[in-house]
């Protein structure tokens, strides 16, 4: 994997520091999440985030673990680093930070005070929620005398999304032979436990208050752990779990070499091409979790659930470039068994199940397309194509949100008063910002690339295709007749209420990158689209010059709502981009550049969801985001 590391100029100072986020996963939705400086920016970060009964519903628990050395002279220097909302940063253990470097997806700090250096290593579990902390005496101690360390247990038990505050009963906590239990959620376990019981107020995020919410929490101080560092090589670990309290997971230095082990086997599965190909492998399987109903996909963390248009988008990324089908099967047949009037269930996060796309579906069979053409499972083509029939019919018949082939030119419409069922789906109070309602050119051309591929899937089942054969012949010409503009690009939308939408968009891309594209590519077309919409990081969602168009995506919820597809870049994009101009004989790999150094930028390791559409293009958004790391992996590869 690519190597990432920082030493005192980016992690002792907390505006690089503080904008570069490592995150750990347990599999099951959970988390560990922070920045490289040891500052907590979001009300996400904590080292233990436990998921509930969907992947988004995760409530934060252990926060952090505030190191205090004491050292042989007497002297006390406390490594933690907070921010208050008065202003003030303290303590102030950033300062003494040597260097932060993630090592086989394992994130490492080191602190220096004098000739006394204390290293700090975090790992997951993997299966269950769980996280091991160990610090390690790398110099110091011996002749002058032990190096005495506490760690100040910060803890809380909240909705991951929200706060909790000292007006309300603190946290409960009990008392156990090498810790304490708390709320009786989750368990910490350690040397020397002494409890306290204490509220920090007003801890501030500053993330959150870049983004227009609330930025302060109060913090239980729990009690400390501790314990002495005779010589180098000693160690103080901790533990902290939820689930089964009285299952205690494996010593903490074995949580460590087991997630290395596990990542290496991960990467490995993967066959990658190069260094950048590995960490993008690894990357990836932070969003495959297991729930109990089956392996499912996170779109994106801190904050995000399963999404099935994000889910079935990232597919052969996630999946079948990893290594992943044998799960990626498993997937697909349990998502089938959400199919209702022709149509994938989107989320179930928000506490229903929702059917409220006219996309996800057709991403869905593009899914199963892929994972038949590339593994040749035509057991899992006859099982599904049945289900896959019943969406083409449900489709020209119409289904919901007035999601309907139009029997005048054999094209799926779509849209319903106050919604936005595309993948650019903002609202303002409940207000569609690109409502797109008619005919968008990318569902159309997942719609053609469809119905090829439920013709191909019954070709090799020997099944019946139904009538997907037609409708692909009909729909191909209209296509191919309808959606070229005089402008030179194709039209964003048909038939709207305002008639054809001639904005410049990167929706079109689908229509020349997929498998079964409607269309062959054009280099002068691509050329301008390339020349309007490409960034370092990907294309824009909306060309400079057009009307709405926004070049920042910052601010409180209505403003980036406002920005989040008028012209924000979605990294995710790169991959249809790519895998169209590909088809033109030019060279890809240069296209990444910009993807390649955003590893070590925001979100280490992975990619963002969003950035800027303005140079020089921040990184926004979610700093760790599914389709956005299976594209890339998918399209540097084919």
Request: include cysteine.
């Amino acid at each position: 994997m690519i190597e990432i590391g920082f030493g005192p100029q980016v992690v002792g100072d907390l505006t690089t520091g503080g904008s570069r986020e490592w995150l750990l996963t347990d599999g099951c939705g959970g988390y560990a999440m922070g920045t490289v400086s040891g500052l907590r920016t979001r009300r996400y970060h904590a080292l233990l985030v436990v998921a509930g009964h969907t992947p988004a519903a995760r409530h934060a628990g252990l926060v952090a673990l505030d190191p205090t050395v004491t050292l042989a002279s007497g002297a006390q220097v406390r490594l933690g680093t907070h921010e208050w909302a008065s202003g003030a940063v303290d303590p102030r253990g950033y300062e003494l930070l040597e260097r932060f470097d993630l090592i086989e997806g394992v994130p490492r700090w080191r602190w220096r005070i004098g000739d006394t250096v204390l290293e700090r290593e975090i790992a997951m579990t993997h299966g269950r929620p769980g996280v091991a902390v160990i610090h390690r005496l790398l110099a110091g101690g011996g002749p002058g005398g032990a190096v005495k360390l506490s760690l100040d247990a910060l803890c809380t038990w909240r909705d991951a999304h929200g706060e909790r505050y000292a007006d309300g009963p603190p946290p409960r906590v009990i008392p156990t032979a090498d810790g304490a239990t708390v709320e009786q959620a989750y368990r910490l376990a350690g040397p020397g436990w002494t409890p306290t019981g204490q509220w920090w107020r007003d801890a501030h995020h500053r993330e959150e208050a870049e983004r227009g919410l609330h930025p302060q929490e109060d913090l239980w101080h729990a009690g400390r752990f501790g314990g002495s560092l005779e010589s180098p090589g000693d160690t103080l670990e901790v533990l902290a779990w939820a689930g089964d309290l009285d299952d205690r997971p494996a010593p903490a230095a074995t949580v460590v070499d087991r997630a290395r082990e596990r990542h290496r086997v991960v990467v490995a599965a993967a066959r990658p091409a190069d260094a950048v190909d590995a960490t993008l492998a690894l990357a990836a399987d932070a969003f495959v979790v297991r729930t109990s109903a089956g392996p499912d996909v996170v779109a994106g963390y801190p904050w995000f659930g399963a999404w099935s248009r994000d889910t079935m988008t990232s597919y052969e990324g996630l999946f079948l470039c990893t290594g992943r089908a044998d799960e990626g099967r498993e997937l697909l047949r349990a998502y089938a068994a959400t199919l209702s009037e022709g149509m994938l269930a989107n989320t179930a996060d928000t506490g229903s199940v929702e059917y409220n796309t006219c996309d996800a579906t057709l991403w869905f069979l593009h899914a199963v397309d892929r994972h038949v053409t590339l593994t040749g499972d035509t057991d899992l083509a006859a099982e599904l194509l049945p289900a896959l029939r019943g969406v083409v019919d449900a489709h020209l018949a119409g289904t919901r949100y007035g999601i309907r082939v139009d029997p005048a030119d054999g094209l799926v419409t779509q849209g319903a008063a106050g919604e936005a069922l595309t993948w650019m789906d903002a609202r303002i109070y409940g207000v569609p910002v690109t409502p797109r309602l008619g005919k968008p050119v990318e569902v159309n051309a997942l719609w053609v690339n469809g119905l090829a591929g439920v013709t191909e899937l019954a070709r090799r089942t020997g099944q019946d295709a139904g009538a997907a054969p037609a409708a692909l012949t009909r729909a191909l010409d209209s296509f191919r007749l309808r959606y070229p503009a005089p402008t030179g690009w194709l039209y964003d939308v048909l038939d709207g209420p305002g008639g054809n939408d001639l904005a410049l968009r990167p929706n079109q891309l689908l229509a020349w990158s997929l498998p079964h594209a409607p269309l062959d590519p054009d280099p002068a077309v691509l050329g301008s689209i390339g020349a309007a919409l490409m960034t370092p990081l990907g294309p824009r969602s909306l060309a400079p010059g057009s009307a709405g168009y926004e070049p920042r995506h910052h601010g409180g919820p209505a403003q980036r709502d406002a920005a989040y597809h008028q012209g924000t870049v979605w990294p995710w994009l790169i991959g249809p981009y790519a895998s169209a101009v590909k088809r033109v004989g030019t060279e890809i790999h240069v296209l990444f550049g910009g993807i390649e150094s955003h590893l070590r930028e925001f979100g280490l390791a992975s990619v963002s969801e969003t950035a800027d559409g303005l140079a020089p293009h921040v990184a926004t958004g979610c700093p760790f985001q599914a389709w956005s790391v299976a594209e890339a992996l998918r399209a540097r590869r084919f």
